[in-house]
C-alpha cells in the first residue's frame, strides 16, 4: 500500500470502529472495515491503536457480502458470550470479537496459575466456544510495567499457555488455539496507578473466522 494512502485509510477504519457511522449496525461495519483493510493495514492499525486485538481482527477481515455474512455470526457469540460468562469483558469488531479477562480474575499477581474461579469463568466460556468449532482463538497474554521487560513477556506468554491448555483439557480443539505473549509492552490502561495496574495484567481472546467459516460465507453470499 502506497504510504501516503495509509493515512486515510487508517482513520477510516478507526472511525468506523469506534463509531464515526452511527447508522451501521455491527456487521456491515464489518463488512465496511474489510472493504477497505488486509493483513497490512491490520497490522499498521494495532500499532497505531496500540490494541494488538484490533489490529489482528481488521487484518482477518473478509469484507463485502461474506463479511457481512461472518459479522452476524459473530453477533450471536458475542451475545451468547455476554450472557453466560458476565466476568468477561465482551467487544464486536468488524468481523471478529474480543474477550477480556483481567488478571485478578484468571490470575493472582505475579503468578500463572489458575485459580478455582478462573476456572469456573473458563469453564463457561469453553461451553460457548464448543458451539462454535468455526472460529479460531489467538490468546494475548499482557502485564503491567513492574519487572523487566523479558521477565513480563515470559510470563505474559505463560498465562495465555495456561489458558490454551485449560480450554484443551475443555474440548477445545488445540489446532483453534494460538498464543502469544505482548508483556507490558501494549498497555491499555496507565500503569502508574495500582488500579491501572492491574487491568494492565490482562489475558484478551481474539475471535476469528476460519477458514471453513470463510469458506461457508462466500458460498451462502454467491461469491464462489
Same mark, same amino acid.
Do not use: W
Given at each position: 500500500?502506497?504510504?501516503?494512502?495509509?493515512?486515510?485509510?487508517?482513520?477510516?477504519?478507526?472511525?468506523?470502529?469506534?463509531?464515526?457511522?452511527?447508522?451501521?449496525?455491527?456487521?456491515?461495519?464489518?463488512?465496511?472495515?474489510?472493504?477497505?483493510?488486509?493483513?497490512?493495514?491490520?497490522?499498521?492499525?494495532?500499532?497505531?491503536?496500540?490494541?494488538?486485538?484490533?489490529?489482528?481482527?481488521?487484518?482477518?477481515?473478509?469484507?463485502?457480502?461474506?463479511?457481512?455474512?461472518?459479522?452476524?455470526?459473530?453477533?450471536?457469540?458475542?451475545?451468547?458470550?455476554?450472557?453466560?460468562?458476565?466476568?468477561?469483558?465482551?467487544? =464486536?469488531?468488524?468481523?471478529?470479537?474480543?474477550?477480556?479477562?483481567?488478571?485478578?480474575?484468571?490470575?493472582?499477581?505475579?503468578?500463572?496459575?489458575?485459580?478455582?474461579?478462573?476456572?469456573?469463568?473458563?469453564?463457561?466460556?469453553?461451553?460457548?466456544?464448543?458451539?462454535?468449532?468455526?472460529?479460531?482463538?489467538?490468546?494475548?497474554?499482557?502485564?503491567?510495567?513492574?519487572?523487566?521487560?523479558?521477565?513480563?513477556?515470559?510470563?505474559?506468554?505463560?498465562?495465555?499457555?495456561?489458558?490454551?491448555?485449560?480450554?484443551?483439557?475443555?474440548?477445545?480443539?488445540?489446532? =483453534?488455539?494460538?498464543?502469544?505473549?505482548?508483556?507490558?509492552?501494549?498497555?491499555?490502561?496507565?500503569?502508574?496507578?495500582?488500579?491501572?495496574?492491574?487491568?494492565? =495484567?490482562?489475558?484478551?481472546?481474539?475471535?476469528?473466522?476460519?477458514?471453513?467459516?470463510?469458506?461457508?460465507?462466500?458460498?451462502?453470499?454467491?461469491?464462489?
Amino acid at each position: 500500500m502506497n504510504s501516503q494512502h495509509k493515512g486515510p485509510i487508517i482513520l477510516l477504519l478507526i472511525v468506523v470502529i469506534f463509531g464515526g457511522c452511527s447508522s451501521l449496525n455491527k456487521t456491515q461495519k464489518g463488512a465496511a472495515i474489510g472493504t477497505a483493510a488486509g493483513g497490512a493495514t491490520g497490522a499498521i492499525v494495532g500499532k497505531a491503536t496500540g490494541n494488538s486485538a484490533l489490529g489482528a481482527i481488521i487484518g482477518a477481515t473478509v469484507g463485502g457480502v461474506s463479511g457481512a455474512l461472518i459479522g452476524r455470526k459473530m453477533d450471536k457469540q458475542a451475545e451468547e458470550i455476554e450472557k453466560k460468562v458476565p466476568d468477561a469483558k465482551v467487544l =464486536r469488531v468488524g468481523e471478529g470479537i474480543v474477550v477480556e479477562f483481567s488478571s485478578n480474575v484468571l490470575f493472582a499477581f505475579d503468578k500463572s496459575a489458575l485459580n478455582s474461579d478462573s476456572k469456573e469463568s473458563l469453564n463457561k466460556l469453553s461451553e460457548v466456544l464448543k458451539n462454535y468449532p468455526d472460529t479460531d482463538i489467538e490468546l494475548q497474554g499482557h502485564t503491567d510495567s513492574k519487572g523487566s521487560d523479558g521477565y513480563n513477556k515470559k510470563l505474559s506468554t505463560e498465562r495465555a499457555s495456561i489458558v490454551s491448555n485449560y480450554l484443551t483439557q475443555n474440548g477445545i480443539s488445540s489446532n =483453534r488455539i494460538s498464543v502469544v505473549g505482548y508483556g507490558e509492552s501494549l498497555p491499555k490502561y496507565i500503569n502508574e496507578t495500582e488500579d491501572g495496574r492491574a487491568l494492565n =495484567r490482562r489475558v484478551e481472546f481474539l475471535i476469528t473466522a476460519n477458514e471453513k467459516m470463510k469458506t461457508d460465507a462466500e458460498m451462502e453470499g454467491g461469491t464462489k
